[in-house]
């Protein structure tokens, strides 16, 4: 069967979704071939893209009747990766937050890049992340929304990304297009790319180099 993607669903949701314990099993089947060299990522992709569904198979294992018998999911867990910067795009370095996934929250603290990992179910979709930039007077509440990040060929994939790097792009629906020029310009400018505000394949290239996906 077809699924079409929808805004903020991504390969493992779906995979949980249609009963696959691991993902693999969809991307890698062949019907599969031309979305995965298109998008790369199966987690990032975007709504209208159309994922082949397999038929499950049924796998049999051996055992003796009337005997307790142990099975053990070998799968990879989903994980998580966000990178805190501060107000001047440095990273913020051994830094304490909290971060909530769908209500559950857990203490953390960021690398020398300012990066932190955690573990979350192959479903989830909403949390925030409280930490304190040392440029700002009060804890800083941001929202986050798993899987809804577009990939970077689309203009909302590319928007979404210099908001999360703090250029200040704007809304995804098309509107403040001047806004999102000048967020252009100054990515290109800090990254010593040809600053002329249109977001082609070395800027975009570069985008996704530095917002990490």
């Known amino acids: 069967m077809i699924h079409i993607v929808k805004q903020g669903e991504y390969l493992s949701r779906i995979s949980k979704q249609y009963g696959f314990a691991d993902w693999k099993t969809i991307w890698d089947d062949a019907q599969n071939a031309d979305l995965k060299k298109k998008r790369q990522n199966p987690?990032?992709?975007?709504?209208?893209?159309?994922?082949?569904?397999?038929?499950?198979?049924?796998?049999?294992?051996?055992?003796?009747?009337?005997?307790?018998?142990?099975f053990r999911f070998t799968g990879k867990p989903l994980i998580l990766r966000l990178r805190v910067r501060d107000f001047g795009h440095e990273p913020l370095a051994n830094t304490k937050c909290t971060l909530y996934i769908e209500g559950e929250g857990k203490e953390?603290?960021?690398?020398?890049?300012?990066?932190i990992k955690l573990p979350i179910a192959a479903?989830?979709?909403?949390?925030?992340?409280i930490f304190q930039d040392p440029l700002v007077p009060f804890p800083l509440n941001i929202?986050?929304?798993?899987?809804?990040?577009?990939?970077?060929?689309?203009?909302?994939?590319?928007?979404?990304?210099l908001n999360n790097l703090g250029y200040d792009a704007k809304s995804l629906d098309g509107k403040?297009?001047?806004?999102?020029?000048?967020?252009?310009?100054?990515?290109?400018?800090?990254?010593?790319?040809?600053?002329?505000?249109?977001?082609?394949?070395?800027?975009?290239?570069?985008?996704?180099?530095?917002h990490g996906c």
């Open 123 to 129: 479903n989830a979709e909403n949390g925030f992340l």
């Open 143 to 161: 929202p986050i929304k798993i899987g809804h990040l577009d990939p970077i060929e689309e203009i909302t994939g590319q928007k979404a990304r």
């Open 43 to 70: 987690n990032v992709l975007y709504p209208g893209d159309k994922l082949f569904i397999p038929e499950k198979e049924e796998k049999k294992e051996p055992g003796a009747t009337e005997q307790r018998h142990r």
């Open 108 to 115: 953390l603290t960021t690398d020398n890049q300012g990066m």
């Open 176 to 210: 403040d297009e001047e806004k999102f020029t000048i967020a252009v310009q100054e990515f290109q400018c800090d990254y010593n790319l040809k600053v002329d505000g249109i977001c082609g394949p070395a800027t975009q290239a570069k985008l996704k180099e530095v």
